[in-house]
């Protein structure tokens, strides 16, 4: 007994020592972020890339961060965080601070189709918020140039009289693709694997796969290579007479679009800011030259529509891959 | 031809040499910084390289690529720590030379050997680009894959004292590799459910621990034997030991001959990189050699062969970039941004839509071989001072940038664990004898066969028959086969001689 109380004592003294701390954490966490939208942004901005140096998203990215910095006045630091296709530098902006200054680029599929594919991700959708989306990747069936078909359909009653023709699948969702495909169809299509994007075009171009999923990079080489269905939810600039695969009634259309991510909670008048901010490439002459060197068409999209097209895309996602009977590994 | 010329006259301005001359001064610093590679250096530039002309931009890159190249050779010479997974075999020879006072020979050999290396892929990249790459798209998985079991018989030239342990360590590199997601299945394999072993232990944070972390620690506990050395070695006795002679010219010529031919195919093949290039030129210069025992103690042969491959790769891979757009390195895949952020598409419509420009990028490639070689000259002489240092000095100044390099290549602390477990792993190797050239061999090779295998098996149709599509592969196939029979006979009749001349 006497020794409960001097413990339970300082137990109630620590608990609102600890609470008055909280309370003054708080605080000073409330002020300085009121502060911050009015005057934001005032210092740096990290901007996270989940990929290495080098692909389609660090080359839009790094487009976007010189926009950005042009319009908010403050420099844009790029940090290329690549692992697990961008869902290890996402785990980390889970953990930053939701002020504005540290945010990420990359295409959406990291958090409404990612967490289908893979179960050591641990975030949702929910878990971040979205400034807006800039571009979209024409991701599409591709094939090359002589190929004897040059739709959906074609392919299929092709492939049906070729059993044992190759499919190169680059990641999850290429093979589910022609998964889906061939259970439906009863083809028989060998899947070889493919370790990068430019594996696929030497694949393309050296005639090895008779199609493959493009995230868009095919439409570089207009002399070897067409696209014969787009697996977007539209149709692609780049080749407007080719139909989607929802048009073709597989309803496995799938949107890959570049979408500014910030930690949960960041303060809407700062979302608003960049969604602002990031509208500027729309007009900005060297993004756009960039965009256009690389087929990359902009489709901008504020922080509501942003918000809107992640749900939207999470919620079919998970049909698609629950139809699929994908489980996550 | 034409537009070379113009393309001469177009870069031989102030500007555009001085970014060419930032370029490979940068490259060829941070080459020869261990830890610091040119994936690292190159992609940092980046950012700097939106304010440029596209020229300079590129020329500037492209100087980096090549002068780390040169550069990497310095720290494997000087202190035994490759600046690159691909100056490894240089430090093989290289640094036992610098250990007989030869350090001067064997830095301008490698400086020379780079050059030479670099200059005639270069060469070969400007005069057939176009024909060259669209035979290169004929190699495809199932060509690709028996090119790799070839040259994984190199191994046997590159194990040190016993094929035995030579063969065990290429057993646990390909092991190593194996950590990841599997392209096929996409079944993670050894990850631990850890995202950051996702896409496999990266071969950059793995070499600098056990390239330079575990050498380091290795040299750490041989302080006071090292020291003294040091002090009667310094610069050799006789002017012999501080040039290149005549004789040794005559021996290294045919070497980098062979290693600049290696360098430019390995280049060409998709996704093979600059350590395949300089592995497989040491392994064929021990095989071609009349004295292969003699490899690792300190053969100027050895730095010659390990060094012009390592170049000729750099240029060679950058064939596939200009002639189809497809990028055949992790420095064109850079380029490939760069000149996109640059408004242009690389590909062959760049040739046709602005061939001035490819000839101005050409002419710009020659001349940063030639800034390579005056850099390097004067390089050399700042960083030969190094050995002068004492070892107490060099160590903790080597771990620092080893730790920086390992941490810029993900931007993650985790890659500083993958380095410091490699480092275990490569001191452990070092004490019991094992040979760390072959566990990169197996680390760097044995992923590409296992992938090259399974693509083959599907283009394949999973029948041995339809092998006689690919004429090419069962060439390679063949040639395997022989090459191991060949290397087995060799070796029961080494041991039979030995048993002769004991008794």
């Known amino acids: 007994m006497n020794q409960g109380f001097p413990l339970s004592g300082a137990s109630t003294r620590r608990s609102i020592l600890a609470a008055g701390a909280a309370f003054a954490i708080g605080i000073t966490a409330f002020l300085p972020s009121l502060a911050q939208a009015d005057d934001y942004p005032s210092k740096p901005i990290t901007l996270y890339i989940g990929y290495g140096p080098g692909g389609q998203t660090d080359v839009v990215g790094r487009g976007v961060a010189k926009v950005l910095a042009d319009q908010l006045g403050v420099p844009i630091n790029v940090v290329n965080k690549p692992g697990a296709g961008g869902a290890l530098a996402a785990s980390q902006l889970k953990k930053e601070a939701p002020d504005g200054y540290t945010a990420m680029f990359h295409t959406n599929s990291v958090v409404d189709a990612d967490p289908f594919m893979s179960a050591r991700i641990n975030f949702k959708p929910d878990d971040f918020d979205y400034a807006g989306m800039v571009t979209a990747f024409q991701q599409g069936l591709a094939a090359p140039k002589d190929a004897p078909y040059d739709s959906i359909q074609e392919y299929v009653a092709w492939a049906k009289k070729n059993p044992g023709s190759v499919f190169g699948s680059l990641s999850p969702l290429s093979k589910m693709y022609i998964d889906q495909i061939a259970k439906r169809e009863g083809l028989d299509v060998n899947v070889m694997p493919l370790a990068s994007g430019s594996e696929m075009i030497n694949a393309l171009l050296g005639k090895q796969a008779a199609l493959v999923l493009s995230g868009g990079i095919h439409y570089r080489y207009p002399e070897e290579t067409k696209t014969i269905v787009a697996t977007t939810t539209f149709r692609h600039v780049s080749a407007p007479d080719v139909g989607t695969i929802d048009e073709a009634g597989y309803g496995l259309g799938i949107d890959a679009r570049t979408t500014l991510i910030l930690p949960k909670g960041t303060p809407r008048d700062i979302l608003g800011k960049l969604s602002t901010a990031l509208k500027a490439t729309e007009t900005d ?38 139809k699929a009977g994908i489980v996550p590994q | 031809m034409d ?167 290429g057993a646990f590199g390909v092991f190593f590799a194996t950590v990841g997601i599997e392209a096929e299945t996409f079944v993670p394999r050894f990850t631990f459910g850890l995202l950051e072993l996702d896409e496999g232990i990266s071969l950059v944070p793995m070499a600098i621990g056990m390239l330079a972390v575990a050498e380091m620690v290795n040299q750490a506990g041989n302080l006071a034997h090292l020291d003294s050395q040091a002090a009667v070695m310094l610069n050799g006795t006789t002017a012999d030991d501080r040039r290149v002679t005549g004789a040794e010219w005559r021996r290294c010529l045919p070497v980098i001959a062979q290693g600049s031919l290696i360098g430019s195919i390995v280049g060409i093949l998709p996704g093979l990189g600059a350590s395949v290039g300089s592995f497989l030129s040491y392994g064929a210069a021990v095989r071609t050699s009349k004295t292969p025992k003699l490899f690792g103690t300190g053969m100027i042969e050895g730095v010659a062969a390990a060094e012009s491959a390592d170049n000729a790769v750099v240029p060679a891979s950058l064939i596939p970039l200009f002639a189809l757009g497809i990028p055949g390195s992790v420095i064109a895949a850079i380029l490939i941004s760069a000149l996109i952020m640059h408004g242009l598409t690389p590909g062959p419509l760049m040739f046709k839509q602005q061939p001035q420009m490819v000839g101005d990028l050409y002419a710009a490639l020659l001349c940063a071989s030639l800034v390579m070689l005056v850099v390097g000259t004067l390089g050399q002489r700042i960083f030969a001072k190094v050995i002068y240092l004492p070892n107490r000095l060099i160590i903790p100044v080597v771990l620092f940038l080893c730790c920086l390099g390992a941490y810029m290549e993900t ?90 001349e004991t008794n």
Request: hydrophobic letters at 55%; charged letters at 10%; glycine letters at 10%.
């Open chain 2, 3 to 169: 537009y070379l010329v113009a393309g001469f006259g177009n870069i031989l301005n102030f500007h555009t040499l001085l970014w060419i001359v930032i370029g490979v001064t940068l490259g060829y610093v941070v080459g020869a910084m261990p830890g610091l590679g040119k994936g690292t250096a190159v992609a940092v530039s980046i950012p700097l390289t939106f304010y440029l002309e596209p020229v300079s931009a590129i020329a500037m890159l492209i100087g980096i690529a090549k002068g780390s190249g040169a550069g990497s050779a310095v720290s494997a010479i000087l202190i035994n720590t490759p600046g690159e997974p691909s100056s490894a075999p240089t430090a093989q020879d290289g640094y036992p030379l610098a250990r007989q006072g030869k350090a001067q020979k064997a830095l301008k050999m490698g400086l020379y050997a780079s050059v030479i290396g670099d200059f005639v892929s270069t060469l070969i990249l400007i005069g057939l680009a176009a024909p060259l790459a669209s035979y290169a798209l004929l190699i495809g998985p199932v060509e690709l894959c028996a090119i790799l079991l070839f040259s994984l018989t190199f191994i046997g030239g590159l194990s040190g004292n016993s094929m035995i342990k030579g063969m065990v360590a």
């Open chain 1, 285 to 322: 002459e060297e993004f756009k030259a960039i965009v256009s060197a690389a087929d990359i068409p902009i489709m901008y999209m504020d922080l509501d529509q942003a918000a809107a097209e992640i749900a939207k895309n999470y919620a079919k996602n998970k049909a698609i891959f629950e």
């Open chain 2, 411 to 500: 931007s993650s602390v985790f890659s500083i664990y993958v380095m410091l477990f490699f480092a275990a792993v490569g001191y452990l190797m070092r004490k019991l004898d094992y040979s760390f050239i072959t566990f990169l061999i197996g680390f760097v090779i044995g992923p590409k066969l296992e992938l090259t295998f399974r693509q083959s098996i599907q283009i394949l149709d999973a029948k041995v028959s339809n092998l006689g599509h690919h004429p090419i592969s069962i060439v390679f196939i063949l040639l395997t086969g022989i090459t191991v029979v060949l290397i087995a006979r060799s070796h029961r009749a080494s041991r039979l001689l030995e048993a002769s």
